[in-house]
């Protein structure tokens, strides 16, 4: 199998029986799932250009351009059942990217979760903050508390995140839902009970995006509670796969 840059295992299993493709939020990376286990599952996370190992990338600053290379990269990857899971950004990534793959009849994933991202036809109530000054533009991060306060206290580190995460949020605040049939693989949608940024209105209305059955789930804590309740929502995800 060739290496794409656009997926990264954190460890290959030849053994595992399933795939779970993670799709990071704004200004993420693999690194951030690395720790991710889930039994008999290989986990393969999406590396946007722009950062990590892909800093001298150009940053792509619209889903549609976004899904289009992923769509290539992860034909190969498709000889064993798989799932999506994408937070905030990145669960309208997978979404977009299940549309791509029944378009091009490719095989479609099992199960789609969709985390911290409001239904994509519902309109988001915030403004956007992508051209804020820096010292606005910081501050709507920290309310969403997913970048580490000792970080943003870092000058030059700031310099580095900035255009990325700035690039990334253009992408989501400029994205357009396009009507289409509901996918014909399950959603669960997962939130947290106390997310400003997503409803569980919004969250609840991922029910419409699908004709093969939907859950939701509620998890403690913010927009970042993926960190916070990791195991729980592993074992969710070991759960919903079997």
Same mark, same amino acid.
């Given at each position: 199998?060739?290496?794409?840059?656009?997926?990264?295992?954190?460890?290959?299993?030849?053994?595992?029986?399933?795939?779970?493709?993670?799709?990071?939020?704004?200004?993420?990376?693999?690194?951030?799932?690395?720790?991710?286990?889930?039994?008999?599952?290989?986990?393969?996370?999406?590396?946007?250009?722009?950062?990590?190992?892909?800093?001298?990338?150009?940053?792509?600053?619209?889903? %549609? #351009?976004?899904?289009?290379?992923?769509?290539? !990269? /992860?034909?190969? =990857? $498709?000889?064993?059942?798989? +799932?999506? *899971?994408?937070?905030?950004?990145?669960?309208?990534?997978?979404?977009?990217?299940?549309?791509?793959?029944?378009?091009?009849?490719?095989?479609?994933?099992?199960?789609?979760?969709?985390?911290?991202?409001?239904?994509?036809?519902?309109?988001?109530?915030?403004?956007?903050?992508?051209?804020?000054?820096?010292?606005?533009?910081?501050?709507?991060?920290?309310?969403?508390?997913?970048? %580490? #306060?000792?970080?943003?206290?870092?000058?030059? !580190? /700031?310099?580095? =995140? $900035?255009?990325?995460?700035? +690039?990334? *949020?253009?992408?989501?605040?400029?994205?357009?839902?396009?009507?289409?049939?509901?996918?014909?693989?399950?959603?669960?949608?997962?939130?947290?009970?106390?997310?400003?940024?997503?409803?569980?209105?919004?969250?609840?209305?991922?029910?419409?995006?699908?004709?093969?059955?939907?859950?939701?789930?509620?998890?403690?804590?913010?927009?970042?509670?993926?960190?916070?309740?990791?195991?729980?929502?592993?074992?969710?995800?070991?759960?919903?796969?079997?």
């Amino acid at each position: 199998m060739t290496p794409s840059p656009w997926f990264v295992p954190p460890r290959v299993d030849p053994n595992a029986e399933f795939r779970l493709f993670i799709f990071p939020y704004a200004g993420g990376s693999p690194a951030a799932f690395g720790k991710w286990t889930i039994e008999n599952t290989e986990c393969w996370t999406a590396h946007y250009p722009g950062r990590g190992s892909r800093y001298s990338e150009p940053m792509i600053k619209n889903i %549609p #351009s976004l899904v289009e290379p992923l769509s290539r !990269a /992860i034909r190969p =990857l $498709l000889d064993k059942p798989f +799932a999506f *899971f994408g937070h905030s950004m990145g669960a309208v990534i997978a979404f977009e990217l299940a549309r791509s793959m029944r378009r091009n009849d490719l095989p479609l994933p099992k199960l789609l979760f969709a985390s911290a991202f409001g239904a994509p036809h519902i309109p988001d109530p915030h403004p956007p903050i992508r051209t804020l000054p820096d010292d606005e533009f910081l501050a709507a991060l920290q309310k969403l508390n997913g970048t %580490p #306060s000792e970080l943003l206290r870092q000058p030059e !580190a /700031i310099q580095l =995140l $900035l255009p990325i995460i700035r +690039a990334d *949020f253009e992408a989501i605040e400029t994205y357009q839902y396009i009507s289409d049939h509901p996918l014909e693989i399950p959603i669960v949608a997962i939130g947290g009970s106390h997310d400003p940024r997503v409803s569980q209105e919004r969250l609840e209305g991922w029910s419409t995006q699908t004709s093969a059955g939907f859950k939701s789930h509620i998890f403690d804590g913010d927009h970042f509670f993926i960190h916070t309740e990791k195991e729980k929502i592993l074992d969710l995800i070991q759960e919903e796969l079997t």
